[in-house]
C-alpha cells in the first residue's frame, strides 16, 4: 500500500513537472515568438545613407562632349555592345552614341524610366537628341553615379533589394546548391539537423542549418556560437518564422541579409551590393555564370575569394552550375554556355575607399551639421550631391600631374608639396570638384582645415572701395612708393616683392602686377575696417586681425574661404554659398531636403563690372598672363595670383563664365617652396582649367557703367588715336567733365550706352611699354612708370 502511494506521488510530481515544463516552454515560445515578430516587422537592418554625384543631364545643346558622356557611362559600369538591347549597354555609330539607360527613382515622384537615348555630337556638345520616352521639358538623366556611403557602427552596408527584381537564375541557382526543399519544408529539415547533431556529437565537422530559413535565423536573430542551445533555438525560431511569413518574405529577406565578403572594414551582406562589390554591376545585368558565382560565396566568402582564390572560386561556381543543370533548371547547352565563361570579376572591388574622399568628407561635415548620426548611419538615406565626377576624375588628375612636375624641378625643396583644388559654379554656388592633397587622404582636407596666409589674393577688396567711392577708375594714376605706417607701438614697411618703387602707376597697373606699396597706399585711404567689412560680406568667417598687414594678405584662411570670395566677383556682385548636396531622401522616397538657392548682394553690380575688368587685365597683361596664353582668349578670364612672405604659399583663384576655381601650394610644416603665385599655384590652376568645358566671362553691363576713353596723365577724356589713352570702364556719375586738347575736336559727349571693346585687342594696355610681370627675385622692377598709348599706336 506504501509502495502505491509512493508511485501515485512521483507520477503527480512527475505530471506536475511535464506541466511546468510545458509551460515554461510555451513561455519560452512566445519570447521567441516575440523577437522574431519585434525584429522581422520592424526596421530590419540598419542601411547606411548613400552618397551620389549629380546626375548627368542630356538635352540639345548640353554642353557634354562624347570624351566626357564615354567616361562617365564607364563609370557608371555601362559596356560598350554591338547593340542595345541590354540596359547598361551602349553602341559608338559614327557621330552617335546609343544608349540603354536603366532608369532611376530620385524621389517625390521624380523618375527617370529605363529607354533608349540617341545622342549626336558636334564641337564638344549634344547637337541632337532622340528618346523612346519623351518628356515635355526634353530633358533626361542618367542615374547618378555612387560616390560613397555613411557607415553604421557595426560595419554593415547592403542595397536592398525586392524579391520581383531578383533575376529568376539566381533564386534556382541558390534553390537548386543550398535548399532543395525550400517551398516544401516547413523551417527544418528534419534529416539536415540530424546530420548537423550527429557531426558536432562526434567530434567533425561542425555543421550549420541546412534549410535557407535556419541560415537566415542563424545570420539575423542569433550570435555566431556553436552550442546546442543555439542550435536548438534556431531550429524552433524556424519553425515560427515558416508560421508566419510567406516563403517570398522569408526569401527577399535572406537575399537581403547573407554575407557574401568584406571590404576592408565592411562587411557585404545581400546580393544587391555583391553584384556591385565583385562585378560592378546592378543584379540584374548578371549573366547566369556570375548570378551561380554569387551563389557559392554563401559556403564561404573568405574561401572563394576570387581575387585571391580564382581557381578555387571558379570550382565552386562550376559546382553551382551543375546544381542546377542536375535539377533542371539549366538545359545542357545553357550550362556548356555558362561554364565555358570566365570568372568575369572586376579588377578590384568596386565599393573600396571613395575615389573622392576630399569631396566626400565636404558632404560629411555638412550632413552632420544638420542631422544626427543615427539617421546617417541607419535610416537609409539618399544624399544628391553636386559633384561632376567626370570633372572631378580629370582635375584630380590634372593636379597630381602638375604637382609632379613642379616637383621635378626642385626636388629637394618640394618632395612632400602639398596643395588643394576647389572647382565651383558662380551661378549657384554648387561644388564641381575638390582635391585636398596630392596623396592619400589622411582626414586632413586642405580645402577646409589648411588655414594659411593669402598674399595678394585679397588686393580686390581694396580695390573696389576705391572704385565704389568714385574718386578712382583704373586709369587713375596711384602712388607705389615707400610708406611706414605705425600700429600698436610698431612701425610696418611693407616692401614689393622684388624690392623698389614703381612710382605713380595707372591703378590697373598696381593690380595686375601685384604692387604691394599701391595696395598699401590704397588700403590706408579707406581704411582696415572697410577692408574686412568687404571680406566678412564676401564669406570669410576665420579671424581677420585689425592691422594693415591684412592688406597684403596676412590673414589666414582656408581655400574655400578664398572660394567664396571669388565667388562674389564671377557672379557680378553676388554671393551664394558654396553647396555640395543637392537634397536629401530618405528610404521611402520622399524628399527631406531640399537645397535651394540663397543668393545675397555684396557689391553694387556697377563696381562689380568695373573690378572685373581689372582682373581680366590681371590675366591678359599681369601676373596671370601664362594662362591667358595657354587657355582660349575669348573666353576673357579673371582671376589673382598670390605669393606670401618667404614664398611660403602660392596661390590662384580666378574664374571663367561657368566656373570659380581656387588653388593652394604648399608644404604642411609650413617651410619655404620657392613658388609664387605665378610659378606654382598659376600652372595647377591653367591645367585644371583645361579639364573643364569653359564659356566666357560675359557680365551683363549695368546702365550705370560706360566705357570711355581717358587720358593717362590728367584723368581727362581721350579718344581713341590719342597718346596715353586708355578704354576702361566707368561709373556714369563719375565720368570726367573735361577732355584733352587731342580729344577735343572729335570728343562727344559721354554716352551712357557706351560698352566694351568687341575684341580684347582693342585694350590699349596690350601694347604697354616697358611692362612687368609679378615682382620676383629674376626681375628687375622698372625705374618708371611705363608709357600708357592708345590702341592707334604700337609698340
Sequence with gaps: MKSQRGLSFFLVIFLILIIVGCIAIGFYLVRLDNVIRTKFEGQRWDIPAKV???????????????VNLIQELNMLGYHKAENYEHPGSFV????????????????????????????KFAQDEIVDVKTTKPTETGMTRLEPLLIGGIYPQHNEDRVLIKLKDVPQPLIDALISTEDR?????????????????????????RQGGSTLTQQLVKNFFLSPEQTYKRKINEALMAILLEMHYSKSEILEAYLNEVHLGQNGNYSINGYGLASQFYFGLPLRELNIAQQAFLVGLVQGPSLYNPWRNPERAKERRDVVLNNMLTTGYLSQQQYDKEIARPLGVI??????????????DIVRRQLRAEYQDSDLTNQGLRIFTTLDPVAQTNIQN?????????????????????????????????????????????????????????????????????????????????????????????????????????????????????????????????????????????GVTSDIPPY???????????????????????????KYPTKSIRAVVDQNGKVLDRYS?????????????????????????GTGQAAYRSLPNNLNLAGKSGTTNDARDSWFAGYSGNYVAVVWLGLDNNKVIGLTGSSGALPVWTNVMKQLHQQPVNLTQPDDVQWQWIDVPTGNLSAQGCSNAMYIPLLAGHVPTQSTPCAMPNQPMPDNNASAPATSSDDPLENLINQTTESHPNNTAPSAPPQVISSGSSN
Design 92 to 119: 559608338l555609330k559614327g557621330n552617335n552614341v546609343l544608349i540603354h539607360t536603366r532608369g532611376f527613382d530620385f524621389g517625390d515622384n521624380s523618375t527617370e524610366p529605363e529607354q533608349v537615348l540617341d545622342l
Design 347 to 360: 579588377e578590384k572591388p568596386s565599393l573600396g575607399p571613395t575615389r573622392f574622399p576630399d569631396f566626400m
Design 597 to 621: 538657392l540663397n543668393v545675397q548682394q555684396t557689391i553694387d553690380p556697377a563696381a562689380a563690372y568695373v573690378l572685373n575688368y581689372g582682373l581680366q587685365q590681371v590675366m591678359h597683361s
Design 398 to 538: 590634372a593636379f597630381k600631374d602638375s604637382i609632379e612636375n613642379l616637383t621635378k624641378r626642385n626636388p629637394r625643396a618640394l618632395n612632400d608639396l602639398q596643395g588643394a583644388v576647389l572647382i565651383q559654379r558662380p551661378d549657384n554656388g554648387e561644388l564641381v570638384a575638390a582635391v585636398g592633397s596630392s596623396q592619400d587622404f589622411t582626414g586632413f582636407n586642405r580645402t577646409i582645415d589648411a588655414k594659411r596666409q593669402v598674399g595678394s589674393l585679397l588686393k580686390p577688396a581694396i580695390y573696389i572701395n576705391a572704385i565704389e567711392s568714385g574718386r578712382y577708375n583704373w586709369a587713375s594714376l596711384i602712388q607705389d612708393t615707400y610708406i611706414s605706417i605705425g600700429s600698436n607701438g610698431k612701425t610696418w614697411t611693407p616692401k614689393n616683392y622684388g624690392g623698389g618703387e614703381h612710382g605713380m602707376v595707372p591703378m590697373v597697373q598696381a593690380l595686375e602686377h601685384s604692387y604691394n606699396l599701391a595696395a598699401v597706399r590704397m588700403g590706408q585711404e579707406f581704411g582696415v575696417s572697410a577692408f574686412t567689412n568687404n571680406l566678412r560680406k564676401f
Design 548 to 574: 594693415p598687414s591684412t592688406f597684403l594678405g596676412a590673414v589666414n584662411m582656408s581655400p574655400m574661404e578664398v572660394l567664396s570670395i571669388y565667388g562674389n566677383f564671377a557672379t557680378g556682385g553676388f
Design 181 to 205: 526543399d525550400f517551398y516544401s519544408h516547413h523551417g527544418i529539415s528534419v534529416r539536415g539537423t540530424a546530420r548537423a547533431v550527429f557531426s558536432n556529437i562526434t567530434g567533425g565537422r
Design 52 to 66: 551620389y554625384a549629380r546626375p548627368l543631364e542630356i538635352y540639345n545643346q548640353a554642353p557634354v562632349s562624347e
